[in-house]
């Protein structure tokens, strides 16, 4: 069986915030990590792996070529494989767009009938969760969101699937896309010998070229002109000014209280 893990390079938002002078974020000036439920998803598939020997596993990621240093950490894990979607034309895009590229890219990899897709559900620096559930949609396959646990027996893949209050046991048929959450597993560390291994591993990059026989493929549906949204103004959010704080503890004080979060709405 074959594991495609989507994996996106985001920048690390944990740290410093960069911001440019006209307000929007500053993606160049700030240090970039592997987005963090993607590397719960590569555990997964990897976990999958060390179960199954004959499971192979390819990561793959839309973005500029820095993003290879990521792709070879993820080989250094322990993937199989690693593809780098990557072209100017596919810059800009929205999650329609992502999806729409990403799926010609995965249909170029193959999906057979015992194939997993395996996608983070959200990425820290878009935080749509939006792409997943539309590559499954584009593929035609079925998709299990926020899964946290895994059973993967005699060809049979059984997921937990998180809700607000409770959770759901779901048997789902392969092919199919899994959007994993942090409370599935905890990544592993890169090993020494797979970082000696990673630069000999097979490494691809798609271009726009390599992708265009896809029917879904052509230059006004992809990249920013084949968004349908278009981000039209991105500002940083006021700084929270000083906290108010109330005296007493009479009934009055407690009225007061109820009343400031009421006109706040938080009420
Ligand atoms: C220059 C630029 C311009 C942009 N313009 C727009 C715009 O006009 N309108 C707009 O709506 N958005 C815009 N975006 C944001 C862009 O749409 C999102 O970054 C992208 O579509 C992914 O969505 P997300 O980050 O919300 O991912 P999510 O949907 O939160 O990601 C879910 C999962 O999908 C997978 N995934 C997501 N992206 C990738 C990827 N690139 N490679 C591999 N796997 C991936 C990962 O497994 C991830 O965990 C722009 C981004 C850039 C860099």
Do not use: W
């Not at 049979?156 to 959007?179: A, F, H, N, S, W």
């Not at 108010?244 to 400031?260: F, P, Y």
């Amino acid at each position: 069986m074959k594991i495609i893990v989507c994996v996106k390079q985001v920048p690390d938002t944990s740290g410093k915030v960069a911001v440019k002078a006209d307000g929007t974020m500053d993606r160049a000036a700030m240090a970039t990590i592997s987005n963090p439920d993607d590397m719960n998803a590569l555990e997964a598939a990897l976990q999958i792996k060390d179960k199954n020997s004959d499971t192979k596993v390819v990561v793959i990621s839309m973005g500029p070529p820095p993003t290879e240093s990521m792709l070879r950490e993820c080989l250094a894990m322990g993937a199989d494989e690693a593809v780098l979607v990557s072209a100017r034309e596919f810059g800009g895009a929205d999650t329609f767009a992502t999806s729409t590229t990403l799926t010609a890219a995965i249909r170029k990899i193959g999906v057979e009938k015992d194939d997993i897709v395996f996608c983070g559900r959200q990425a820290i620096d878009g935080d749509t969760a939006q792409v997943g559930p539309q590559i499954a949609e584009k593929l035609g396959i079925p998709q299990v969101t926020y899964v946290t646990g895994i059973d993967y027996t005699d060809g049979q893949l059984t997921v937990r699937r998180e809700l607000e209050d409770g959770y759901m046991t779901i048997k789902v048929q392969t092919p199919c896309l899994l959007t994993c959450i942090k409370e599935l597993n905890t990544p592993r560390y890169m090993r020494v010998a797979g970082i000696m291994d990673c630069y000999s591993k097979p490494y691809t990059v798609l271009d726009f070229n390599a992708l265009v026989d896809d029917p879904m493929v052509e230059l006004e549906t992809v990249g920013l002109k084949g968004s349908p949204t278009q981000v039209y103004k991105s500002f940083s959010p006021p700084v929270k000014g000083a906290g108010t704080m109330l005296e007493g503890a009479d009934k009055a004080t407690c009225e007061q209280l109820v009343s400031i979060l009421g006109e706040k709405h938080i009420i």
